[in-house]
């Protein structure tokens, strides 16, 4: 793959700051809506994914990303769907990461599932990725196997083992889901810490059509923090990594406890991020249907001043917030659009 830009072409472009006066330092990047798994909170059974026609090529999203660099993006999340099902994605990772070398870009990181890590792990450490996030729901492979729909807890354990020895630091998410995993959020707490990762529990997000009701997945995580300090000592943490989440610190286990809270507490005030799908629509909050198409400026010249003028004008109508509710009376998701679209 060809580089696209240079390390000195941050000092051609102002930082992009939006109207509430927030500088926009973190980018999400989905590479891909499909996935392996079909986790029930996050997708129908039955999926219809994009024509691949309609996707960007490794080398749009490689230019895109550099457009976002030089603009002042310090921290780069790639996400899917599952990113790894992505054929010839380390490409991708081992291009960006001259922006690693050249000290443009602080962070280059992923999101995934773990079904591939074990595969891939190495080859990210090589590429200058230090951190993860893997999505686990559960210990149970049961449960595991329920939740997800086709599963196979081992080969995600296997996967984290992998990401492990390969120096990677992991950060498990696991979504909060009422009568799902509920019942073992404690030992989950216990197993990641045990392996001196932090756990990050996330209220389930009304993103989609979904085989189901929402209202009957919601947990809300206030009832879980106070279930949990009847067993654990929790002290508030100021701990920031550019995401949503609000740390705590676990007495008894020694570990971090993250919070990711959209619905019983907007973490909208402080919001330094934007989100790409993987057809190069830029949305410039999780939870608002507004955004700004990049794809047509990528793919109409082989200039990225166009480029550059759509980011701007997206920036500039990034709102103060989102809006996100569980519709109870109509069982209807808060935005159309999937998950996996958006990028986890």
Known sequence: MTALSTPGETARYSPLIDPFHREITYLRVSVTDR??????????????????????????????????????????????????????????IRSLSRHLESGALEELTLTTNGTQLARYAAELAAAGVKRINVSVDTLDPVKFRAITRRGDLAQVLDGISAARSAGLKVKINAVALKDGNEDELERMLEWAHGFGMDLTLIETMPLGDIDGDRTDQYLPLSTV?????????????PDRTGGPARYVRVAETGGRLGFITPLTHNFCESCNRVRVTCTGTL????????????????????????????????????????????????????VSRHMSVTGG
């Open 283 to 334: 949305f410039m909050c999780l939870g608002q249907e507004d955004a700004a198409d990049l794809r047509l400026p990528l793919r109409a010249s082989e200039s990225d001043e166009a480029l550059h003028a759509a980011i701007e004008a997206g920036i500039a109508r990034k709102p103060k917030g989102h809006d996100f509710v569980i519709d109870r009376q109509h069982k209807r998701p808060a």
């Open 225 to 237: 923090r106070a279930r949990l300090e009847r067993h654990y000592t929790l002290t508030d943490l």
């Open 35 to 92: 996935c392996d798994l079909r986790c029930v909170y996050c997708m129908a059974e039955d999926m219809t994914f994009l024509p691949k026609r309609d996707l960007l090529t490794l080398e749009e999203l490689d230019r895109l990303c550099s457009a976002f660099i030089a603009r002042g993006v310090r921290k780069l999340r790639l996400t899917g769907g599952e990113p790894l099902v992505r054929r010839d994605l380390m490409t991708l």
